[in-house]
């Protein structure tokens, strides 16, 4: 039986809608939505990994407090096992979504978050068999130990993945030396660009920056928002578009792309249907507000992937490279 245990931030998001821009000199702007949601990278890529069907644990911190307990509780109606999820003495981090339909901002608290150690993640993988690592830089001294952490996860026989989430800095250090013990990295396009640069790779597209990144190790899988997404593997480019939706809210689209990709690829599933499972899971997951809003389960994923291949047709299995189609519903 597979059981991921997903290693990083837990927090709520308090996501904004319409007109989010600030205007500062005090003026009053009115909003056309506001929801208080289960948020972070680790929290709605578990979530989302539950609702798949997929048994799974988070290792996180929380502060004693209002936003701790409505977090550890949302985690917990989700179908997470949070019993590694710890209360400390600091307040729970918070992100502020400032959510416009081309894009968003993000505001955030690291606050309790911060403080979560390499030990702890080792101690709750005792039943796992792999381990997703979130949101890189928001727990710095999980990842200042992150290389000897995999590297004890690969001697217990536990597969590793790995989404950094962008890096406030834009140093991105740390991340080389996971590289070579990471089985799967799953940034977005722009996080892939800069992590092949921060390794002194000159890349200027996504499937450039992700072949230079899997020459390093790891099989990467490239979130590409509404286009869907891209592998290499074993030097092969494979493409899977993304879902004709509604869209609410693209906030944490991201986070359920890595749930449908780790929930197939830890069954054992080919790597086209992964991908193609990933992408219907981001894509299907905007129709809500929040990361979870929208997370969709197994029966929802087929019906939107039977619907695409009757759709596209023989084209939507496998095809490389730019061939594929880019609106398939």
Known sequence: MTRILVAGDANLDLVLRGDVRPRFGQAEQLLDGADLVL???AGICAAGLARLGVDTALVARVGDDLFGARTRELLTASGVDCSAVSTVDAPTGISVILSAPEDRSILTLAGAI????GEEVLRAATNA??????SSFLVPALTAQLPEVMAELRRRGVTTSLDTNWDPDERWHGIAECLPLT???L???AEAIALARAQGETASDAET???ALAARGPLVVVKDGAAGGLAVADGEVLRAPGLDVQVTDTTGAGDSFDAGFLAAWTAGMAMIECL???AAAGSLSTRGAGGTGG????AEIDAALAAGRAAVGARWEGVRGPEEPSGAS
């Open 39 to 41: 948020g972070s990278s």
């Open 114 to 117: 911060s403080g979560l150690t």
């Open 129 to 134: 068999t792999h381990v997703h690592f979130a």
């Open 183 to 185: 089985d799967v990295l």
């Open 187 to 189: 940034p977005n396009a």
């Open 209 to 211: 920056a992700a072949r």
């Open 276 to 278: 193609h499972r990933a």
């Open 295 to 298: 997370q969709a389960t197994d």
